[in-house]
């Protein structure tokens, strides 16, 4: 019967570890999805505030649009590396 309670408590204790490594992970992946967030945030503030400067200036050359362009281009291929989720909700 001890082995019995041996072979429980052993049991209990990898299970606790389990799930302790998965809560760490779990707050691993919460911690990168906000650093990828505040990040996306910030670069897109970034982008604005260059297109209201370029606006501002008036007359630009057409490599400084195409470098806005390409820019854009650029960041909307980051964003389409993973596709936005569709809202399941109706629309009215």
């Known amino acids: 019967m001890d082995k019995l309670f041996q072979k429980i408590d052993f049991l209990t204790e990898k299970t606790k570890i389990i799930l302790m490594t998965q809560a760490e992970e ?47 281009t650029s960041i909307q291929g980051t964003d389409d590396i993973v596709p936005d989720v569709q809202s399941t909700e109706p629309t009215a």
């Not at 996306?40 to 649009?65: C, F, R, W």
């Open 26 to 72: 779990l707050q691993l992946l919460r911690d990168l999805k906000a650093q990828n967030e505040k990040a996306k945030t910030e670069i897109l503030a970034k982008i604005q505030t260059l297109e209201d400067a370029i606006a501002n200036g008036g007359n630009t050359s057409p490599e400084v649009d195409a470098a806005l362009a390409d820019l854009k």
